[in-house]
């Protein structure tokens, strides 16, 4: 410190100082902008969730695509010290990084893998792989006959989602298949919902019904599988009848409703924040273009401030001129363009507001909250693509309850 007084003639504020100002935040002052994840958010919406199960159905915790945004090993930890049962991944990576990250769960793998050297894998890392067609079963038990291993292994039928799975007509036939097939040991069967989040119940219903002709199919020849499953959030939310032994839920563990409709189910808390800092504050003279292609012209003095987070982090370009943020528990508008790594923002209504201020782009300050929800309303698309939009270069960033492991 003496040295760079020395240097350079400056005199550093107090840290205590600073912190005043700018709060305290884990290492933060470094950050320009991060996501912070509340640990206790999510493990309360867990057992809110394990409320409206009865003890026979288990959470399975849809960890893919790097918990939604949110940070795959935490979550998975904290999910699971909470109650989930298992965790699902998408891909074969995702559950490698679970796996050396020393998590021992189940861990279900939702996507397709089809070639001996992923069933390898698999069978190294102990995942549990999803099986759609014959012919993806003969793969999995020709290798793993050479590995001398025996896998659980989870089957999928398509019951009206039109994505992976055997058509749910032909499900005896393919669990007849799959049982002779040495390897491979069936530790469910299960299908996957198109249209639970709409507030017309006819396709779930069609679906619903189709997966316990299938049931029924298998029960008629002698078969039991030992689980069943079909919700996801949606469903979890919408009726016991679809819980079965597990249910794979994703947005919701996440504090997030799939519908406006499913609101007054369950007592959620949103778990990710999503901060970043003040760069530069400066007034503006009336007439003022601001930031790329003049998209915002200022029609008055304006106090104008710069905040270090762009399109380049997720926050997506279409908001341009659409979006308000918080600071001091305030709405602020932001203006102009949304560039790589910065935006900036109508700051007229707080005259003293100092570089390295915190602003909240998603989450709560004083009464007001923005949410996933709010942005994806305004872009026209859904929160699960809003959440999963964070980039890595925001740094995740835990608060709330300690984690056991
Ligand atoms: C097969 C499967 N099950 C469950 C889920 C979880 O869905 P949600 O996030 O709506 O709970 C997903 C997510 O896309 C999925 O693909």
Redesign the pocket.
């Known amino acids: 410190m003496q040295e760079f007084k020395q240097a350079t003639g400056i005199t550093p504020k107090p840290r205590e100082e600073v912190l005043k100002r700018t709060g305290d935040f884990s290492g933060g002052l470094c950050q320009r902008a991060w996501v912070e994840i509340d640990r206790a958010a999510l493990s309360h919406n867990v057992r809110q969730l394990k409320k409206l199960l009865t003890p026979a159905t288990q959470l399975m915790a849809?960890v893919?695509a790097d918990a939604?945004g949110h940070g795959a090993i935490v979550v998975a930890r904290t999910a699971l010290d909470a109650g989930a049962g298992g965790l699902?991944v998408?891909t074969l990576q995702e559950g490698i990084q679970l796996r050396e990250a020393g998590i021992e769960a189940a861990i279900l793998l939702?996507g397709a893998t089809n070639t001996p050297e992923q069933v390898r894998a698999i069978a190294h890392w102990q995942l549990q792989p999803t099986l759609c067609t014959p012919q993806q079963a003969l793969v999995f038990s020709e290798t793993l006959s050479e590995l001398n291993q025996t896998l659980p292994v989870h089957l999928k039928l398509d019951t009206g989602m039109s994505r992976l799975g055997m058509p749910w007509q032909e499900a005896r036939q393919f669990v007849q298949l799959v049982q002779q097939l040495p390897g491979l040991k069936i530790e469910s069967v299960y299908s996957?919902l198109a249209t639970a989040?709409s507030p017309d119940p006819t396709v779930m219903r069609l679906q619903h019904q189709r997966f316990e002709n299938a049931i029924a199919q298998l029960h008629e020849a002698g078969i039991q599988p030992p689980r069943l499953h079909l919700a996801?959030?949606?469903a979890t939310l919408t009726d016991p009848a679809l819980h079965y032994d597990w249910v794979?839920?994703?947005?919701?563990l996440y504090g997030l409703y799939?519908a406006e409709h499913l609101r007054s189910t369950v007592n959620l808390k949103p778990v990710m924040q999503v901060k970043a800092r003040v760069t530069q504050v400066k007034t503006i003279p009336p007439g003022t273009g601001v930031s790329y292609g003049y998209q915002f012209i200022a029609d008055r003095e304006m106090r104008l401030a710069v905040i270090g987070i762009g399109y380049a982090d997720g926050v997506p370009r279409n908001l341009s001129n659409k979006m308000t943020v918080l600071i001091r528990g305030q709405k602020m508008r932001q203006i102009g363009a949304i560039t790589m790594d910065q935006l900036m923002l109508d700051v007229s209504s707080i005259p003293d507001l100092q570089t390295g201020e915190v602003v909240t782009l998603i989450g709560q300050d004083g009464d007001f909250q923005i949410s996933a929800d709010d942005w994806a309303e305004s872009l026209g698309t859904i929160s699960?693509e809003i959440l999963c939009g964070f980039k890595h270069r925001l740094p995740r960033v835990t608060v709330g309850e300690g984690m056991k492991r």
Do not use: Q
Request: proline share 6%; aromatic share 12%; hydrophobic share 40%.
């Open positions: 849809v893919k939604y699902c998408a939702l996957h989040d996801n959030s949606a794979r839920v994703g947005l919701s799939p699960w």
